[in-house]
């Protein structure tokens, strides 16, 4: 069911349910379907033919707003919809020449979204929060969070003054939370599990009217994070990768990065869609092991995470559905990587390519590794691993993956005999590395 004409919102065709297919009209329903509650998770279903009278691979040519609004006609906004001034969006696509001649490839790049401006991918969905809510008028918003995508909301509603709540686990680590502190959120650190937080949020959220921000419930999400897709391709002149890899907690990001692939195939701006290969940590393999013995998402119960890779720790994966149809029907697979693979991907990842990245980051490049591997990505294919956030969000983790390798600083006294002594250690280090 179309927007009604004149709400500015003509190019979205509808919200169309997960479960039963029902399509609903924006101005219909707030977040989820309301025959099958917080499981009926919204698809935004859009008017392609008039999203193509309205931008063309040619105004982009001519576009200067380097940020992720560049793509605002695909996006479900009004067009004349003011933005957060925070600057989301158009990270680097860097080309890993020395990492993918360390590996034998032909085409490497790495999606840097370290470099937004709370430093996670989480800052294209969180905007879309804060432009939704504020068509709303409303008072507060909401989220649950493993920490980034409360960094990114917080970050958000500071640069416009919208008050905010946040929900995250106690075990957050401490950049995270004190994000969330200097943006001026009010913070709750729950007693319990991200998963615990999202049901506290939700109910809080319904109890006080508060505008809702919470992954895969809130449709408007993956619409935000689907904009890393459309820059891949832009960035690569419109010639899609073979095959993308990202991390998976939720699965909110692999099914935006499948929504905005979808978005240009259908507008006939690139003419393949990428296999996406979803990486999970060992401790919370969910969508893994549904994928590798054919589970039904919908029916299979919550695990008990454990990992690392704090922000994609998830017992029940939120958008479990909209994950496994990303990998299903690009024909890409889920990978699992252990904790000790994560670890050490962080320093290698940064040193053959100077990209700092958390571990739920570094674990995409882990799952590379194992990708090539087990034979999933080969040699000769365009390859981007979508580092999702940046290595100083846990600084705790980062100098464990370094312990893990043996790197270690080297104190001195504040003598030049002493200098001299580690210096001579270098050189010895460094001649029988070359023998
Ligand atoms: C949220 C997040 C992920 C996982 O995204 P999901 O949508 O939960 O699958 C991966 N990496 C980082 C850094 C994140 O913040
Ligand atoms: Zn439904």
Redesign the pocket.
């Known amino acids: 069911m179309p927007s009604q004409p004149g709400s500015g919102l003509e190019h979205v065709a509808g919200l169309r349910?997960?479960?039963?297919?029902?399509e609903y009209r924006p101005d219909e329903v707030e977040y989820?379907?309301?025959?099958?509650g917080n499981?009926?998770i919204?698809d935004v279903q859009y008017d392609y033919a008039l999203i193509a009278r309205r931008i063309s691979q040619g105004d982009l040519l001519h576009s200067t707003d380097y940020s992720m609004w560049r793509y605002r006609p695909l996006l479900p906004i009004r067009a004349d919809a003011p933005v957060p001034p925070l600057l989301v969006g158009w990270t680097p696509l860097v080309r890993a020449h020395q990492l993918a001649a360390e590996l034998g490839l032909k085409g490497l790049w790495i999606k840097d979204e370290g470099r937004q401006p709370t430093g996670s991918l989480k800052d294209r969905a969180s905007a879309i929060a804060v432009v939704k809510a504020r068509e709303k008028g409303a008072d507060v918003i909401t989220t649950a969070s493993t920490g980034n995508a409360a960094a990114a909301l917080a970050g958000l509603c500071a640069s416009v003054r919208q008050r905010n709540v946040i929900f995250v686990p106690q075990s957050a680590p401490p950049a995270k939370i004190a994000q969330l502190l200097v943006f001026g959120s009010q913070v709750l650190l729950v007693r319990g599990s991200y998963d615990d937080a999202f049901e506290l949020c939700l109910l809080a959220a319904q109890e006080y009217g508060w505008y809702n921000r919470n992954t895969a419930y809130n449709p408007y999400m993956t619409e935000g994070k689907k904009t890393a897709a459309l820059e891949i391709c832009e960035q690569m002149g419109w010639q899609a990768p073979d095959v993308v890899l990202v991390s998976v907690g939720d699965g909110c990001i692999i099914g935006g990065l499948h929504k905005g692939f979808r978005d240009l195939y259908h507008l006939g701006w690139i003419d393949q869609i990428p296999r996406l290969i979803g990486v999970q940590a060992a401790g919370s393999a969910y969508l893994y092991d549904a994928w590798v013995n054919r589970e039904d998402v919908r029916t299979k119960p919550p695990i008990e995470a454990h990992t690392v890779a704090d922000s994609i720790s998830a017992g029940l994966p939120r958008d479990r559905l909209k994950a496994m149809a990303a990998v299903c029907e690009t024909n890409g697979a889920f990978i699992c990587v252990s904790d000790e693979e994560i670890l050490a991907a962080i320093p290698a990842l940064a040193r053959g390519s100077g990209v700092f990245a958390e571990p739920a980051g570094a674990a995409a490049y882990a799952g590379l590794l194992k990708a090539l591997r087990n034979g999933q990505v080969r040699a000769d294919e365009r390859i981007v691993v979508l580092v999702t956030g940046n290595g100083l969000k846990d600084v705790q983790s980062a100098m464990r993956s370094v312990e893990q390798v043996g790197t270690r600083a080297h104190v001195v006294e504040k003598t030049f005999e002493d200098v001299r002594r580690v210096v001579q250690q270098f050189n010895r280090a460094k001649e029988s590395s070359s023998v």
Do not use: A
């Open positions: 349910c997960l479960i039963c297919g029902r989820v379907c309301p025959h099958h499981e009926g919204l």
